[in-house]
C-alpha cells in the first residue's frame, strides 16, 4: 500500500520549519559540542554526565580518528542516530543540499566506526570490547542499533541511498550470529527496548522476513528467564571480566519479570514499555497473532484507563521514570517524560494496524497536540524532559523531589533522549494522518493536507483544507475516484456536533468513524462544533478532586502564572472559559479561554500564622486566562497546572 | 534549683511501662542481634544497612573481646547509649535489679571499649583508625560521643556511680586535645550536631565550665569556614588515605552555609537543625547570650509559623530528611522524623530557660501528644521513623517516591535513631512539666503528678489531679507555702474557656500564663472546656485547600480506614465531630470523634473511565470516626489521613 501526503498546515508547519530551521542546525552544533551552552542534569543526580554531549567525538575514537575516551552515557550514540533520522525526515520535506552534506559526513562517520564484524557501539568499543553483549541489563547496545537502524531507513527514504541500510544489516547479522535460541548464543534481549520496532522497519524497507522473526523472537524471550540479566554479570565476574558487587536488577523496571504475552498492566520504565508494547502491535499485525495482539490490548486497556494523564502523559515517578500503579497520577512529582509520548504515539499507530479503532486515533492526537510539542520550545532550542501538570518553579528548586520538574525548558540534557526525538516524530507526522484497510480509506487527524492513496483496485487523491485545530470547518475534496471506496472520517471525541454541509451522502457509525461510500469526485464539507469541555477525573485520582482539566479541540489547556499571577491554587473556576484570539509576538497565534473564577484571598491574619481556628474565608471575584498546554514555559518563569478547582 | 516530680498519670503510665517492661528489654535483644526479627530499610535504598544492629558486636570487637568488621551505620554505636540512657531514666522511675545488671555489663563493655587516650568510636576504631576525626562532615564521632555523655549523665543520676561519666571525661579531653582554635587543631564541627547539647549536660552534673565553652566553640565555628568538611578530604587524599573522587558536600543539608548567628530560616537536615537550635538556646541562657537567643528565635519563628506541621512533624522531604521552603508542607511525602519531633521538644525547652513564653509550652505539648509517641506501636515493639499525614498502603509499596512513608511500624530500622529516642525522651518526661524562675513556679503540661520546687526562699510541692488529657477537671493542691510565690498556669490553646472554681484569686495573664501569687497552702479547682477546634491551614499551604485538621484537647486527629472504609479523600465532614467515649482491646481507652459526612460515590460510569466530561457528582451521606493521631496504625494496615475534607 502507498500513500503520499504532504502536510501543509499552518500550525503544524511552524513546527517542521522550526526544526529544519533551528532545531536541526542547532542539535548538530550540541552534537559536535560546538553550541556553547551549558547542559543541565535531568534530575538533581551527582552522577548525570553533563560536561559536554561528545556524541560525534565518541564515533571518532570508536572510528579511530581520534584518541580518548567515551564520555556521555551508555547510550550516547543514539542521540546521533536520531538527529541523523529527523535530519532525513526534514530533508524528504524540504530538501536542501546542506543537510545532505552534514548528512553524508555522519554517514561516513558511522561507516568508519563500524568494526568489521558489524558491530558498533562507541562506549563498548573504546573502553570494554570485552563486555560486548555481556551486559544486557544496561549496555544499550541494542537499542542504540534500533535507533541507527530507523536512521538509516529514514535517510533511504528520504536519499535513495542505501549506504546506512548497509551499516544496518551487517549489524543485524552481527545480532543474528549472537543472539538466538541455539546453544552458545545469547538467550536474551536488550534492557531498552527499542531494536524490535527498528527491525519492523527495516524489514518494511528490505522485504527481509528474519529481521521481523528476530524482532518476534527478542519480544517472546523478554521475561521468560528472570534472572538472565544477572546470570549474565555472574559469569562476567567469574571470568574476571567484572569486579564489586552484582547489583540488584529490577525487572519490572525491564518488563523483564514475566513474558510480554502475560504481562497485563503497564508497568515499570514507561518508554521501554510503550517501545515493547508497539513492537508487540506490530509484530501482531505483520503475523496476524491474536494473542500478541490480545496482550498488546491488555497493556494498551491499563494505560489508558488507569494510568493515563489528560494530556497524553504517562509515567507517575520519577523513580526508574515508571509506571506506578493505577489512578496513581500526581500532577507534581510525575514524569510524563516526553519520548514516553512519543511510545505511545507509536503504540497507538501500530495498534491501528492490527485494527482501526476510535481509541487509537483519540490518543495519538492527544499525545501530538498536547505533551509532545510541549517537549520543545518555540525557539527550537529549548526542551523539555518531563512535562509536569503542575509547577511551581520554587518547589522544582527548592524541594528534591521535585528536581525533575523543570519549570523552564532546559538548552540540552545530560540524557538527551528526548530533543531528537521530538523532532524525527514530528518530521514524520505524515504516517499518522490516514490509514488505507482494504477498501477504507480513515481519515484519523484532521489538518490541512493533500494526499493520494492507493485503494483496492484504484488510487484517489484527497485534499483537505481545514480551519482545525482552532475552528472547525473542514473541506474535503476527494477526486480521482473511478469505483466506490469507504471514506472514514473519525468522529473526534472533542466536538459535540460534526454537521455535514453536503447533502446526500448517507453517513453510518463504525468504531468511531463516520463511514460513507464515495463512488464519484466529491467535496464534502463539514463543520465541528468545538465547545469548551470541562474534564473531571475518576474519584480514585486522588489529586484532581474537585478540579477540571479544560479542553477545547485537540488541545487541553492550562493556566499559567504569566496570565493569572501567582498562588494558582487559590483561584477556582466558576464559569466555563470562552474562546477568545489571541496573538502574541512569543506564542504566535492561539485561542486562550477567559473563564469566570474566584480567588481566595490571603488576609493579614495569615501573615505569622501557620495555622488558625476562626479565620474566614475571603474570596474576590475575577477572570481567568487558559493557555494551550503546550504553549507553556515560552514567556516568563512561573506557576503553570491543567487540573484547576471548580466551584 | 532543684525539682522532683513524680508523674502518676494514667495516660503517660500507658507509655513508660510499655517502655519497662517491653521496649527496653526487646531493644536490648535487637542491639544484641536476639530478637529474631527482620530490620526494615527505613526507604527503598539499597546501600541501607539492614541485615543486623551488630551494635553491641561492634563495641565488643573494639574492645578486643571478639574478632570481627564494624556492621552497620557509622553511628551505630549511638543506638547502644540511647539505650543505656533510655534504661538509666527508667531505673530512676522503677528501680530493678535485673536493669542494674543490664546496664553494668554495658558500662563495663564501654570502658574495655574505650582508647586510652579517651576516644571511642567502634567503626574508625576497627576499620580505619588512620581517618579519626578526619571525616567530619560524615563519621558522627562527636555525635556518638554526644549521646555517650548524654547516657553517662543519666546513669550518674540514676545510679549514683561515676563510672560512666568518667568515660564521658576522658573522651571530651580526647576531644580538647584535637579539636579547638590553637594551631595545630581541628578548626570545625561535627556534622551531625549533638556533642553541642551534651556536653551542656555533662555541664549541669560536673559544673565544669570547659564544656560549656567547648559546645559554645562547636556552635561558634559551624559554617564559618564553607571549605571546612571539603578541606579534610583533601588533605586525606594528598596523604593517601583515602582515593576516589571528592564528594561534593551540601552545606545546607549540615547547617555549615553560613555561621550560626546568620542563618535564619530552618533547612537541611531536621534533626540535626533542631539539635543544634536547642543547643544555641541551651548555651544562650547559661551565657546570656541575647545575640546567640536572637539567632535561635529566628530559627524557631522559621519553623512555628512556616514550616511545622499541625502535629508537630518537621521535614518536609526524605531528601536529606530536610526542610524545604515556607509553606510547602506536603502530607503525603513529608518526613516528619520522630527523632525531628524529639529535638524540637528539646529545642522549646532549651529556649524557656532564656525566656518562659506560651508558644514554647505548646509546642512542647503538640510534639509530645502527637509525633513523638505516634514513633512508638502499643506494643512498644514497633516503630515510625516517619509521621506522615496521610498514608494510602498501596501509594507507599508501589509509588517509589514514598517508600519512606510506611503504612504500618517496622520492628526495626537500618538506620534505628528513633526507637531509643522515643524511649530516653519519655522516661525523662517529668522535666518537661513545670519550669521554676525566680519566684515564679510556671506549669506547662496538664497531668497527674507530684512535685517539689525550690522556689527563691522555700520549698513548695504540689499535687496535680486531672482528668486531661480527656476532660478538662483538674486540681492543684499547693503545700508548704510560708512566703508569697506566683503560680503560672499555661493556658492551653485548646481550651476555649478556662474556668476557676476557687474563689478569692487574682489571675493576671502574663506572656499567655496565668498567674496569681500564692500566700498560703491552697487548693485550686479550675476546668478547661475542651471543644472540638477544626484548623485550617495557611492558604498558602498548598495541599491543605479546603481541608481541616481536627483537634480535641492537646490531640490532633485522623481518620482511619478502618473506621471509615477505603478512599478516604471521598469524605469531606460537614459538621464538627462530637466526642465520644470509645474502648478497644488494642488502642484502649480514648475519645474518638463522630462527625457528620458526605462520601464522594464512584458509580458505574467510572469503571472505565478515567475522565468523563459529563459525569454527575454523586454523594451519599454519613458519618466518621475519628481517633487521636498517635493511635494510628495499631489495628489493621489501612489508609490514614489527618487533614480532612470540609464541606
Keep these: 500500500m502507498k500513500t503520499d501526503i504532504v502536510i501543509n498546515d499552518q500550525f503544524w508547519k511552524r513546527y517542521t520549519d522550526l526544526i529544519r530551521k533551528e532545531m536541526i542546525p542547532y542539535q548538530w552544533d550540541v552534537l559536535h559540542d560546538q553550541a556553547g551552552i551549558s547542559i543541565d542534569k535531568e534530575r538533581d543526580d551527582q552522577s548525570i554526565p553533563s560536561e559536554k554531549s561528545n556524541a560525534i567525538e565518541n564515533l571518532k575514537i570508536a572510528a579511530g580518528k581520534k584518541e580518548g575516551n567515551h564520555y556521555g552515557w551508555l547510550f550516547q550514540d543514539s542521540d546521533v542516530y536520531k538527529w541523523l533520522e529527523s535530519a532525513a525526515n526534514s530533508y524528504k520535506l ?4 546542506s543537510l545532505l552534506n552534514m548528512m553524508d559526513e555522519l ?40 535507533h541507527l537502524i530507523e536512521a538509516s531507513v529514514a535517510h533511504y527514504k528520504a536519499t535513495g541511498s542505501k549506504r546506512l541500510i548497509h551499516v544496518s544489516e551487517k549489524f ?6 549472537h543472539f538466538g535460541p541455539e546453544a552458545g548464543k545469547i538467550n536474551g534481549a536488550d534492557g531498552h527496548q527499542e531494536i524490535e520496532l527498528a527491525l519492523i522497519k527495516l524489514y518494511e524497507v528490505t522485504g527481509e522476513e528474519s529481521y521481523v522473526d528476530l524482532s518476534s523472537w527478542f519480544l517472546t524471550i523478554r521475561g521468560q528467564d528472570p534472572d538472565f540479566y544477572t546470570k549474565q554479570l555472574i559469569e562476567n565476574k567469574k571470568k574476571g571480566l567484572s569486579t564489586g558487587e552484582i547489583p540488584s536488577i529490577n525487572l519490572k523496571y525491564h518488563q523483564a519479570h514475566k513474558p510480554v504475552l502475560k504481562q497485563e498492566e503497564a508497568v515499570g520504565h514507561a518508554v521501554r514499555l510503550v517501545y515493547m ?44 521514570e ?32 492490527n485494527h482501526v479503532d476510535v481509541d487509537y486515533a483519540e490518543i495519538m492526537e492527544k499525545t501530538l497536540y498536547n505533551t509532545i510539542i510541549s517537549g520543545m520550545a518555540l ?42 526525538n521530538v523532532a524525527r516524530t514530528l518530521t514524520s507526522l505524515n504516517q499518522y494522518i490516514t490509514d488505507v484497510v482494504d477498501n477504507n480509506l480513515y481519515i484519523h487527524l484532521y489538518q490541512n493536507f493533500e494526499g493520494s492513496f492507493e485503494l483496492e483496485r484504484q488510487s484517489v487523491s484527497i485534499n483537505m483544507t481545514t480551519d482545525l485545530p482552532y475552528d472547525g470547518k473542514t473541506k474535503l475534496t476527494v477526486y480521482g475516484v473511478q469505483k466506490p471506496f469507504n471514506l472514514r472520517l473519525r468522529m473526534p471525541s472533542w466536538s459535540s456536533n460534526i454537521e455535514c454541509k453536503t447533502k446526500d451522502l448517507n453517513f453510518e457509525e463504525i468504531n468511531g ?44 489547556y492550562c493556566l499559567e502564572e504569566a496570565d493569572n499571577g501567582a498562588h494558582l491554587h487559590l483561584l477556582s473556576v466558576t464559569q466555563k472559559g470562552v474562546p477568545e484570539n489571541k496573538s502574541d509576538s512569543t506564542l504566535g497565534k492561539f485561542i486562550a479561554l477567559k473563564a469566570k473564577a474566584e480567588r481566595k484571598i490571603i488576609d493579614k491574619s495569615w501573615q505569622n500564622n501557620l495555622y488558625q481556628s476562626d479565620a474566614v474565608d475571603k474570596i474576590e471575584e475575577t477572570e481567568v486566562t487558559f493557555i494551550p498546554y503546550h504553549l507553556w514555559a515560552n514567556r516568563s518563569l512561573g506557576e503553570m497546572r491543567v487540573w484547576v478547582n471548580k466551584k
Tied chains: 1, 2.
Design 94 to 97: 524540504t530538501p536542501d543540499e
Design 107 to 146: 554517514v561516513l562517520l558511522i561507516e568508519e566506526a563500524q568494526e568489521d564484524d558489524g558491530y558498533l557501539s562507541t562506549y563498548y568499543q573504546i573502553e570494554r570490547p570485552d563486555l560486548r553483549f555481556r551486559r544486557l541489563f544496561e549496555s544499550h547496545e541494542l537499542y542504540c542499533a534500533g
Design 172 to 177: 543485524v547479522e552481527c545480532i543474528q550470529t
Design 277 to 320: 508494547a508497539a513492537a508487540m502491535a506490530e509484530v501482531a499485525a505483520i503475523h496476524k497473532d491474536q494473542k500478541m495482539f490480545k496482550a498488546a490490548r491488555k497493556i494498551w486497556d491499563n494505560i489508558v484507563k488507569k494510568r493515563l494523564y489528560i494530556t497524553g502523559g504517562i509515567g507517575s515517578t520519577v523513580h526508574g
Design 322 to 353: 515508571a509506571f506506578t500503579f493505577d489512578y496513581d497520577l500526581p500532577n507534581d512529582t510525575m514524569y510524563c517524560e516526553t519520548c514516553a509520548s512519543i511510545g505511545l504515539l507509536f503504540f497507538a499507530k501500530a495498534m491501528m494496524k
Design 379 to 420: 525557539d527550537g532550542k529549548h526542551f523539555f524532559y518531563v512535562n509536569p501538570l503542575e509547577v511551581d518553579p520554587e518547589s522544582s528548586r527548592k524541594n528534591p523531589g521535585k528536581s525533575h520538574v523543570k519549570a523552564t525548558r532546559p538548552s540540552w540534557f545530560g540524557c538527551a533522549c528526548c530533543p531528537p
Design 513 to 556: 468513524y463516520l463511514s460513507v461510500t464515495i463512488d464519484s469526485d466529491k467535496t464534502i464539507e463539514i463543520d465541528f462544533k468545538l465547545p469548551v469541555i470541562e474534564w473531571i477525573s475518576n474519584p480514585l485520582v486522588k489529586n484532581n478532586l474537585n478540579k477540571v482539566a479544560v479542553q477545547r479541540g485537540p488541545f487541553v
